[in-house]
Structure formats: structure tokens, C-alpha cells
């Protein structure tokens, strides 16, 4: 899993159909101390997280696909919580 920061949304008129009804969000992962890390990628978000929010981001296919139920999609990264606060130290 990934902490990550929502950076814009992502509009498609047509994608796998398991992807129906589904919000595609840009994310940017973040270092513990709110740095950009790395380079911005896409995930499916499954508890309706907007631009600017802070996320739990899940990379792995198959769990990404099942945590937001969409199994056997072919999912590779998705949004599964809105973090509030992270308490380092």
C-alpha cells in the first residue's frame, strides 16, 4: 500500500467494462513527510475520493481489483481509503 495525494481525474468514453460506473483518478505518491515521490500514476477509486485529498492507494492487481469489488478486473492500482491524519514518530 501507498499513501498518495489525488492531482486531477481522468475522463474516458470508453473502457473495459468492468471499469463501468468507475472513477479514474491521477495520484501522486508522497513521501511520510507529504513530499512528492516518484512519478504521478492512475487508480480506480473506490470510496469516492476527490482532487487534493489524501489516499490510501492498494498496487497490486488481483487485491486491487477485489478491494473495490471489481474482481478479475484488469486493475492495477486503487484508491481504498481517505486518510484524515498520519501521526509520524
Not at 8 to 36: I, N
Not at 46 to 73: C, F, N, Q, T
Request: charged share 20%.
Amino acid at each position: 500500500m501507498q499513501i498518495a495525494r489525488v492531482v486531477g481525474t481522468v475522463v474516458s468514453t470508453q473502457k473495459h467494462r468492468k471499469f463501468e460506473g468507475a472513477k479514474l483518478l491521477l495520484v501522486q505518491p508522497l513521501t511520510p513527510d507529504d513530499m512528492p515521490r516518484g512519478a504521478a500514476f492512475l487508480a480506480i477509486d473506490g470510496v469516492g475520493a476527490g482532487v487534493h485529498e489524501k489516499v490510501l492507494v492498494v498496487l497490486e492487481g488481483r487485491a486491487a481489483g477485489e478491494a473495490i469489488g471489481r474482481k478479475g478486473a484488469p486493475v492495477d492500482a486503487a484508491i481504498i481509503a481517505i486518510i484524515d491524519t498520519v501521526y509520524l514518530g
